[in-house]
Structure formats: C-alpha cells, structure tokens
C-alpha cells in the first residue's frame, strides 16, 4: 500500500484533479481485455514527459510499482496491476504534434488512439499501415510497447517496422531520444526497437516518431471458401510461391464459420473447413491483374466458391464476417482463452489438425482463426472456467501446442506479447541464456524493479 | 600472445585454421577504411562449437575477439586495433536451407551475398538489401552492421529481413533468438539488438532470413537537374507520389565532373543527376509507375530525362552510379567515404552544406547516395600523405556529421560507428543514451574482450 506522503506528493505533481484513489474508479484501471484483475493503489493521469519523470523518480526512491496503461485492450495482462502501485494512464498525451509530408513521418504522443492517427493521416493521402483488430480502441503507446500487429502485416510489417525513434523516460527519472527522424540510421545499439515490444517494463513512452508510406489508390477484397485446412493452406503457399504479397490473408476454420454463418446474411457453404479472406492494394491496374492472379490460384487449388466484392459495400460484408468470429465463438462456451502462436507458414495444417485431434480428446472446441499469410493462428480454447477439469484441459492444452509451435521453430506469441499469462512459458521458448540477458537488460533499465512489475518475467505469485 | 594459448587455440580449430604468419597478420590489419592494426593471430572457424571454445578461452585469459566477415566495412570496425584473435568466420558459408512456402532462407555468417542472390535466382525470390559490396561482403557482415544499399527505399534494410539468430555470447553459451516465423513478440527483441551491433555484443553464427519475390522487370531513367532545389522538390514528392521507386540515387556536381575526367560517359555537367528505377512483374506496370515519376520530375523542371528502351541501355545510364566509387577512388591517394543521412527534404541543403564545407576547408568533396531514403555518401578526396590535408579532411568530417545532425539527420545510415566515427557518438547520443548502450555492451560481454574499442561505447 502506497503511503499518504507519496500520493501527496504525486498530487503535487500532476494536480487534484489527476489523481484517482477512490476504490470505486479503480477498478476500471485494475484490467484490461484478458478479464483479469488487480487493484492499484491510485491511477494517476500525467500530461507530459516531465510530469511522467517525476513520478518515475519518485517511484524509484520509493519503490512502488508504476505501471503504464494505454487503452487497456492488452490480450496478454500487461497493464494488470498485479503488484497494486500507481496506474500510469497515457490518455492526456494524446496529441497528434506534427505530420511531415515531405519526409513521410509523423510525430505523436503515445495516448493518440490507433484509428484517429490513421484517420489523419488519410485524410491528407497517407497511410500508417499497422492494423490490429483493436483500432478503434487502442493507443499508439500501447501499440508500440506491444509490438502490435494486425491485417495488413504480410505485405507491411508490424508496429516495429514504422517506429523510428521514441522519447522514453526512464524508471530513474531521465528523459532519452533514441533513433532518428531519418528512413534509417545505424549510429550505435537499437535502444528503439529494443524498447518496441517490452510491453511497458524498461521505459514509458512519452513520444514516438513513425514512419508513413503513400496510401495506395485502389484495394481489392476476395474470399474464397475450401474443403478442408490443407488446400486452404495450400493456397496461401501458392499465392507466395506466385510471387504475390496480399495486403491481407485471413484464414477461418470451419468451427469459426459455424459459429458466424447464422448472424451475418453470407450464403458460407455448409461443404466449407475453411476461409480465406484476400485483399489486395495498389496502383488501381496493377491490383486488376493481381486479383486476377489470385483468383486462378483460388480455383487451381480446388476452392468451392471463390468471390470478389465488387465494392466498398461488398467488402465491408467480408471483413464483418472477420471482425464478428471472436465475439461469436462465446456461442460454443462461457469463457475463451486465446493464445497466438506463429509457425512457419507450411505447418499450420498440421497445427489445425492437432487442435482438432487435441481438442475432441479433451471435449473442448479449439477454434482457430488467424493472419495466415505471418503464419499466426489465433487459437481460442472454449472453457467454462468454473468447471475446474475443463480449466485443467486448457491448460495441458497450452502447454501441448506451445511445445508443438516451438518444436517447428516458432513462437508462442505472435503479437500478444507475453504480459502475465504467457510469463509462465516463456522458458519453453527462450534458451537459459536469452533470458538471463533479458533480466539483466531489464535491471540496467530499471534497477529498483519498479516499472510494471511481474510481467514478461515469470514470478510465483 | 603466448605458446600455451596459440596451442590451446589450434587445439579448438585444427592447425591447419591457425595463423600468426605475418602475412596473414597484415592482410588481417586492415578493412575498407583507413584504419589499420595487426592482430596476434587469426583463426577459422567451422562450428559454432568451435566459436564457443574460442570465446571461453578469450574470455578467460582477456584477449580481444574481433568477428570478421569479407572486411569491407568502411569504418574500421573490424580492425583489431588492440591486438588479439581475429576470427573469420568465411568457412561457414553454407546456405542451410531456403524454403520458399515458409518464405525464408537460413544461411551460415560466411555466405557471400552474391552466392545466396544466386541461389534465390531459380526460385524467383530474392534478399533485397542489394548492398554494393555484394561480390565479396558476407551476410554474417551484412548482419553486423544492418547494411542497406540501392533498393532501400522500397525494400528496406537489413534489419527488416533478420527473423532470428544463432550467437555465441562471451561466455561461450550459443543462443538461439528470434523464431523461423514472419513474427514474434516473445520477450526483448534480442534479434534486432544483436542487428547493428557490429559484432560488439556476440558472435553470429546461424542467420534466418526473410526473403521476398523478385520483380523480374524494370524501368529505369535518368534525369539532370540545373538547381539543387529543384531535385530536392523532385524527389520529396516522388515518395509522396505513391510511386515508390526501387532505386532512387542522386549524383552531386562534383561527382559528375570527375567522372567526366576520368570515363567517356560524357554526362552533362548540372547540380544534379537523379536516376530512377522501378521494378514489378510486367513492362506495362514498371512503365506506368515510371511515367508518374517523371511526371513529378517534370513538374520540379528536371531539363532533360533519358528513358532507357532496353536492358543494354539501362545498364548504361547506371554506369555512371557505379563507377562513382572507384573513380573517385583514383584521384588522390586517400578518401574517407562518409554516409550521412538526412530527411528527404533536407537532401538540397545536405548537398550545398557539403561544398560550403569542401570550399571552406580547400578540400575535394565529391557526393552521391541513396536520395530515396536520404542516405549521402559524401567522399572526402585528400593526400595522406600532407599533414595539411589530413587536417582539412578531419575537420570537413566532424563540419559534416555536424551540419547532418542539425538537419535532423543521423551519422550513419549504413556503414556503421567503428573506429571512424567514435568520437562522434555524443553528437547523436544524449549521454543517458551513451550510458544505457554502455550497460548493453556490460551485459553481453563483461570483460570487454568482443571488438574492444568501437563504437565508441569507451569512456
Ligand atoms: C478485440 C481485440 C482485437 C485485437 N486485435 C489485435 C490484433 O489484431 N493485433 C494485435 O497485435 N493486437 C490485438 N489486440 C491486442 C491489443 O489491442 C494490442 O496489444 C494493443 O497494442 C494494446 O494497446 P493498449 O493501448 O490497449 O495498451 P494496454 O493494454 O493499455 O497496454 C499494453 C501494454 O503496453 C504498456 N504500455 C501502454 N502504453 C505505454 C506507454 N506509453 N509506455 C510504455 N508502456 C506502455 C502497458 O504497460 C502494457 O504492458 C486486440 C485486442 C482486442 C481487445
Ligand atoms: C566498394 C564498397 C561498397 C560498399 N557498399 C555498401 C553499401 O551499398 N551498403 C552498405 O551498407 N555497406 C556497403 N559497404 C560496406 C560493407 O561492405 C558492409 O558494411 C558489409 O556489411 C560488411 O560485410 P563484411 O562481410 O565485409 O564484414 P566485415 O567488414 O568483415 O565486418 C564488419 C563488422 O561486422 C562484424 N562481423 C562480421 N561478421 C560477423 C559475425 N558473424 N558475427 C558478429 N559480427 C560480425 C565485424 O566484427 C565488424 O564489426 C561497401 C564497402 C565497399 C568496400
């Protein structure tokens, strides 16, 4: 419990009115999307990088857990404060502070929701391409202290990839620049992009520099309906081997398309195992003739009915087919647990497969849907959590897939980060070695451990 | 360097991967820049095993370990300019797998880039960094110094392909880090931190590759320009323009003039020359995205623009790019080749600082690079050998670095600190950030013993 001096002083810091310790607005800052919780002790809302140092300073002397907190739609428990402290909450730096078209950058404050910057932006013939499902809800800070990914990441990357340089404070109080406001640079260590992804646990993000590329003139959405996961897969391996990168290569399993085919007015086969969904950008000619490319490949690969919208309309159709799988899976169970794997393109039949063998042994349904052309699948392991053997089934079934993933050289987690829930198994993945720099990386950051305690770094709690 | 650790080396690698012949120890002095400084001794390694013992034994007995690839950097970082063991890691150039479906390549540290372009041809895919020293420079270089080159612009640098690692750590641990997969999250992103490190952090010795599909045709022109700003504009709004180009370079007055005297390419003598190349799968397509270009360029009043109509003529107007470096090379018995990078936009002012700089110092500054992505190779041109111009060309450097950072720009955009630019990392760097990278190199090597000295990261 943090003592009444301290929250003196950080009310001194930020003012009265950004400052919350009632227990009732609490609650709201102890969780965010993976439903678990933890109460803080206060959140405290600052509006700038000097306010943020204080704080840290004082964090650092005290020794009391602060921990950053953008829109709270984390799926791995990052923003959980399950050590209590102070909730950083970014939300009043939330300027967009300059969009330079001549050099394709922008500059913005960390709480700046995902959505507006892409609006802006698009708004003067922009584009800033990381997409997570999220949107509409999530902050640039979190995006980039996540490492967020999304649709569009097969043909342009992940949040990583737009970042070129970061104003951080330090748990210590001191304020650095990393990186450049150039296309690129090599001048010393990677202090950006070793910061991208640490979900919060070396440095708060105060500003962020991004890189933006032209937004392209004409897209189109297709989708393509299969017999089983294989030839599906099989055509996403056809698509690359064609040498076509989509913006956008969705897959579905059939358990998803169950689950939606009643709530959204698409005839889906009833023959359907899979989906695809594809989307195509560029120059209006050039994604005439892709699409094209596409939809041979489509039908070479023996896809029962193959589809183009024909508009913005059509297309929005499809993309409601993907946005309506998660919240419909809940059809099947109570409770959902969601992992992100990533294995190399070619196994993910294998991984389907596996699920379902898995799954019928166990009586829970594993659903699977994902961003096929990165070879990340997300997997939702249907639960009732009060149903104590079932909770034990999803978690030997974690424990099963995460051996399988890493056995085929991939990864745990794709884009979730590992947060809390994932902290448990990050030895499965990282060598003895690995994770010794890591936690000495970690205390050259942050020597006291006080920024977002008990995340990334397995503790028994 | 004593008996019993030459043996216990040889005993690690073989006699026959050992050397302290004094040949050898000179040719191993040097790389691509001007710094120079002999080694004890040299040795190959075919293991990561190997590499391990090597490493163990240094550590224990505090000798430096200098990593080398081809030695081409260009900033003296792999010059042993403390003595010690330097390892080449040249016999491990086997390109272990390339799997297209999964779209990567895995490939050892002493694979030249060439031989994996090569071994992509039949396969349609490629590894785009496309840096110039291709024939000769390793993979396992390309790594350690994030190395870019020609097609940056559109296909980024190195970094953006590297998806995992095999390294040995000072201590002799291996460590594998990233995943064979297009993305991870999972825990600090060691991959990209091991990126740059020129070979100051670990030894790499497996490197997994994203690669990507090989546009098989391009369109390519060559346009003059009269005024700086005029090429400046040009350029900032071909990247604005939704086009981008897969090459986009930019020659400076200077550097036309000496190719002029020294070829029979007959350029004409403007501030600039800009040359331009699109690529993807059809003529109808690299066309229709090069018309736009030139549309830009002819609203920025570029006077003339050459469209080559064939391959032959293509490959034309690109000698003159490529003969920059060796021509310039020739004229006086020095140069430092420098690689600032500024904003797109500061690419005209970047070019004029240069020869105020070059007027001010009497000294012969010929410039080039990548426009598209705001990476100038100025090369300072000067006698070695007259005391004079070595002061010229030191203070033209540290006016250079200083005049790019004031534009926004950085140091380096793809050769690396090393040894040349040390001393000028605090320009850049805030000493916080000095302090956290120094932590870094604390972590993985304690003893200091990996590429002592660069970067620096010394206090
Ligand atoms: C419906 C839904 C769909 C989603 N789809 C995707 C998807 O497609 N791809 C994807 O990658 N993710 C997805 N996510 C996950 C989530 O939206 C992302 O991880 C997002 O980046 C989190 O942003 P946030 O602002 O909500 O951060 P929070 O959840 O508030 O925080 C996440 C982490 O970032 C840290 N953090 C936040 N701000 C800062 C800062 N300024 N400085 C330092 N650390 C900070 C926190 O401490 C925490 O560890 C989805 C989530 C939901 C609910
Ligand atoms: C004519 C010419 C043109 C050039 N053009 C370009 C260009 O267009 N773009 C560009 O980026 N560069 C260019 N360079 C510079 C140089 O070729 C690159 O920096 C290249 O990446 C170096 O590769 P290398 O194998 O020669 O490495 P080396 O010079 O041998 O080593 C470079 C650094 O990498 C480290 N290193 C090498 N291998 C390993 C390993 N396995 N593990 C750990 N560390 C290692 C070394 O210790 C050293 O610090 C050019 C050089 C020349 C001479």
Same mark, same amino acid.
Do not use: Y
């Given at each position: 419990m943090i003592s009444e001096e301290v929250l003196k002083k950080i009310t001194h810091i930020v003012?009265?009115?950004?400052l919350i310790a009632g227990r009732d607005e609490l609650a709201e800052y102890g969780s965010d999307a993976t439903k678990l919780e933890a109460m803080p002790d206060a959140v405290v809302f600052p509006q700038d990088s000097e306010e943020v140092s204080l704080i840290l300073r004082l964090a650092t002397e005290k020794g009391f857990p602060v921990i950053p907190r953008g829109a709270g739609s984390g799926m791995s428990g990052g923003a959980v404060p399950v050590k209590a402290g102070i909730v950083m909450a970014m939300n009043r730096l939330d300027r967009i502070l300059a969009i330079d078209e001549d050099n394709l950058i922008c500059k913005v404050e960390p709480g700046v929701i995902t959505a507006d910057l892409q609006k802006a932006v698009e708004d003067i013939g922009l584009f800033y391409p990381p997409d997570p499902a999220s949107v509409n809800i999530s902050t640039i800070g979190g995006n980039v202290a996540e490492c967020a990914g999304g649709l569009r990441a097969v043909k342009y990357g992940v949040t990583r990839d737009y970042v070129l340089g970061l104003t951080v404070v330090l748990p210590t109080g001191e304020i650095i620049n990393t990186g450049v406001?150039?296309?690129?640079g090599v001048a010393g260590y990677d202090l950006t992009r070793l910061i991208v992804g640490s979900e919060g646990t070396l440095a708060v993000i105060t500003a962020i520099t991004l890189r933006l590329v032209p937004k392209p003139a004409a897209r189109r959405t297709m989708s393509a309906f299969f017999p089983d996961v294989s030839s599906a897969v099989d055509t996403v391996s056809r698509i690359i081997r064609n040498r076509i990168i989509p913006t956008i290569l969705e897959f579905l399993d059939r358990h998803c398309l169950d689950c939606v085919r009643e709530e959204l007015n698409l005839p889906i086969p009833r023959k359907a195992g899979a989906m695809l969904l594809i989307e195509v950008d560029g120059e209006e000619v050039l994604v005439e003739q892709e699409a094209e490319k596409v939809r041979s490949v489509c039908n070479q690969a023996k896809a029962i009915k193959f589809e183009a919208a024909s508009g913005k309309e059509e297309a929005e159709t499809l993309w409601e087919v993907r946005r309506n799988v998660s919240p419909s899976l809940y059809k099947l169970r109570p409770h959902k647990i969601s992992e992100d794997i990533v294995v190399p393109r070619s196994r993910m039949t294998e991984v389907v497969a596996f699920l379902d063998e898995i799954g019928h042994k166990y009586g829970l349904p594993i659903p699977a849907f994902g961003h096929a052309g990165d070879g990340n699948l997300h997997v939702n392991i249907m639960l009732?959590?009060?149903n104590a053997g079932e909770m034990e089934s999803a978690l030997t079934i974690i424990r099963a897939l995460f051996e399988k993933g890493i056995h085929m050289g991939g990864t745990i987690t794709g884009e979730h980060g590992i947060g809390l829930t994932k902290a448990p198994y990050l030895e499965m993945e990282i060598p003895r070695a690995g994770l010794d720099l890591m936690s000495r990386i970690k205390k050259a950051f942050d020597p006291e451990g006080i920024l977002n305690p008990g995340k990334i770094f397995y503790q028994r709690i | 360097m004593d008996e019993k650790t030459k043996k216990a080396l040889m005993d690690i690698v073989g006699e026959e991967n050992f050397t302290d012949s004094l040949i050898d120890l000179v040719s191993y002095s040097y790389d691509a820049s001007e710094h120079s400084h002999r080694p004890s001794c040299a040795v190959w390694a075919e293991t990561p095993e190997q590499v391990s013992g090597i490493l163990k034994l240094a550590d224990t007995e505090r000798i430096p370990v200098i990593p080398r690839g081809? +030695?081409?950097?260009?900033?003296?970082?792999?010059?042993?300019i403390e003595g010690g063991i330097v390892l080449d890691l040249n016999h491990m150039n086997k390109i272990l797998k390339i799997s297209i479906e999964d779209r990567l390549a895995v490939v050892q540290p002493g694979v030249v880039y060439d031989d994996l372009e090569r071994a992509l041809v039949p396969h349609g895919f490629f590894f785009p960094?496309?840096?110039?020293? +291709?024939?000769?420079?390793?993979l396992g270089g390309n790594v350690a110094t994030n190395a870019g080159g020609l097609k940056g612009a559109k296909y980024g640098t190195t970094r953006d392909y590297v998806l995992g690692l095999q390294v040995v750590l000072t201590d002799g641990r291996i460590m594998r880090t990233g995943s064979k997969t297009m993305k991870s999250v999972s825990g600090y992103d060691m991959t990209k931190l091991l990126v740059g490190s020129e070979g100051t952090l670990g030894v790499i010795t497996e490197i997994t590759l994203k690669i990507s599909p090989k546009p098989t045709a391009t369109s390519t022109a060559l346009a003059t320009f009269g005024n700086l700003e005029d090429a400046g504009r040009a350029l900032s709004e071909t990247m604005y323009s939704g086009i981008i180009p897969s090459a986009l370079e930019i020659l400076g007055r200077k550097t036309i003039l000496a190719i002029n005297q020294n070829t029979d390419l007959n350029l004409p003598e403007v501030d600039a020359i800009i040359l331009v190349e699109t690529d993807g799968y059809t003529r109808e397509e690299t066309d229709y995205q090069m018309n736009k270009v030139i549309e830009v360029f002819k609203k920025n009043n570029a006077d003339d623009i050459k469209q080559a109509k064939a391959r032959e003529e293509a490959e034309k107007l690109w000698t003159a790019r490529k003969s920059a470096y060796a021509v310039l090379a020739r004229i006086k018995t020095h140069f430092v080749l420098e690689d600032i990078t500024v904003p797109m936009s500061r690419i005209a002012e970047m070019l004029k600082g240069v020869e105020a700089i070059a007027e001010r110092h009497n000294i012969q500054i010929a410039t080039y690079g990548h426009a598209g992505d705001g990476n100038l190779h100025p090369q300072i041109l000067y006698d070695g050998y007259d005391p004079e111009q070595v002061k010229s060309m030191e203070a033209a450097t540290a006016e250079l670095f200083k005049l790019s950072i004031d534009l926004g720009g950085t140091l380096t955009g793809e050769h690396g600190i090393g040894l040349s630019k040390a001393s000028f990392m605090t320009l850049e760097h805030d000493p916080v950030a000095m302090d956290m990278m120094r932590s870094i190199k604390k972590t993985f090597d304690p003893n200091n013993i990996l590429n002592p000295a660069k970067m620096g990261l010394e206090e």
């Open positions: 003012g009265q009115k950004h406001e150039t296309m690129k009732n959590k009060e | 081809a +030695g081409t950097g260009l900033s003296g970082m792999s010059v042993p960094p496309d840096p110039a020293s +291709g024939k000769v420079c390793t």
